[in-house]
Every structure is written in C-alpha cells, then in structure tokens.
C-alpha cells in the first residue's frame, strides 16, 4: 500500500450504532488529519495530529472521537450520530505539521451516510 | 471572517483554456494551494504559491497576487480527464488552512 489509504469506503449506519473510520499513511508523515466535506461546502478540519498529540479539536461534537495511537494510524469513533453527519470523510497527512506550506496527501474519503 | 470565494461550476471545451479564479480574504497569508479532486477520489495537490506571479508546471499554471488577494488557476490544452473540482485554500498566519468551496470544472468535447 503506499500513500494514504482509509477504509471502509463507504458506510450506512443508524443513529443508534458504533463505528469506527480508519485511516493510515505509508509516507512517514508526523501530522494527521481528520476533514468532513459536504456537497458544495469547504472542507471542514475536525481533528489534527501532531506526533500522535493532539493539537487542533475544532468545535467537534462529542460523538465524534479520534484515536491516534502512533503516527501512522489515525481513527475516528462515531457513535450516536445524527442525519446531518451523512458526509465525505477524508483523512490526511503531511510531513510536518500540524500547519505548514508543506502539501497534504489525502486517501480517498469515506463516504457516510446516517439514517 | 475569513473567506475564500470562487465560482461553483465552470464549462469548457476539450482543448480550450480556462482559468479559474479565487479571491481570499483572511487574517494574514502564509501561501495559497490548489488542489484537484476528481468525483469520489481524493483531493490531489497541484501547486503552491507564496511570492506574486505566475508558476507554471505543465499544462497548469497558478498565479498570485498578495496585494489583491486574489489566485487564479490555468489549465491549457484541456483533456477531458481534466473533468474535477478545484480547491483553492489559503495558509494564514496562524497556518490555519482555510478551504474554498472548489470549484466544479466540466470539460465537453
């Protein structure tokens, strides 16, 4: 696997369930990132990374909880979710961090949808 | 507030030019990024600019002025694979990177 790799690709799940979104780079980046993107809306930065520290939590509710247990891996635990948390979600690194002018790499999302 | 503004959807035609454009306005500037996403794909990163001008890379240009705040992307000889959205973000001087919408580019034969 080489780049940054995210699975599951997609997910339907009840506002009820527990879940987990998993993302992990094969770059040897130290920052991680977690982003929701909405049809027609910028990217919204969630959760950042830095050297498995957390750095950046961006008025994110609750139910959504990272885990970053080195900095390779990067999770996001979703329970009681609502509707509107149906979204893309893309996770990211890039080498240093947690800002900087240097480029971001991102996998390829996964898409959630909440019923 | 900050904003990054560029229009939602663009049309061009298989060979043409088209340049997309992007105005920010944020609390300081630290550089600007474009980046392409294909539908379902990830975003890629196309190109980075701090200093005023154009930098070209291929068939893409970007270009940069600080004192209008304002970025534009150019794409020559367009190919239908060029069918994306582009994002414009911009780093300010808390290195937050702040997202544009992107922009839906559709290439038609």
């Known amino acids: 696997e080489t780049g940054v790799t995210q699975t599951p690709r997609h997910l339907v799940m009840g506002m009820t369930n527990k879940k987990s979104l998993k993302c992990e780079q094969h770059?040897?980046?130290?920052?991680m990132y977690w982003y929701k993107q909405s049809a027609k809306k910028p990217l919204e930065l969630m959760f950042v990374?830095?050297?498995?520290?957390?750095?950046e939590n961006n008025s994110v509710p609750s139910r959504f909880s990272p885990e970053c247990p080195n900095s390779s891996h990067l999770f996001l635990h979703l329970h009681t979710l609502q509707p509107e948390d149906s979204a893309l979600y893309l996770c990211?690194?890039?080498?240093?961090?947690?800002?900087?002018?240097?480029?971001?790499?991102f996998g390829p999302g996964t898409r959630l949808t909440v019923l | 507030g900050q904003n990054i503004d560029q229009p939602t959807e663009m049309t061009a035609t298989e060979g043409a030019i088209v340049q997309i454009n992007c105005t920010y306005q944020?609390?300081?500037?630290?550089?600007l990024f474009w980046y392409q996403q294909h539908a379902g794909e990830a975003p890629t990163f196309l190109s980075y600019?701090?200093l005023d001008g154009l930098e070209e890379k291929g068939r893409f240009s970007s270009f940069l002025s600080r004192s209008k705040g304002y970025s534009y992307l150019l794409l020559k000889e367009l190919q239908m694979k060029d069918s994306a959205s582009y994002l414009c973000?911009?780093?300010?001087?808390?290195?937050?990177?702040?997202w544009g919408a992107g922009t839906k580019l559709i290439i038609k034969p």
């Open positions: 990211a690194s890039s080498q240093e961090g947690p800002f900087s002018y240097n480029e971001q790499f």
């Open positions: 770059l040897g980046h130290n920052a």
């Open positions: 990374y830095n050297f498995k520290e957390q750095t």
């Open positions: 944020t609390s300081g500037f630290n550089g």
């Open positions: 600019n701090v």
């Open positions: 973000a911009v780093l300010d001087s808390n290195y937050q990177l702040i």
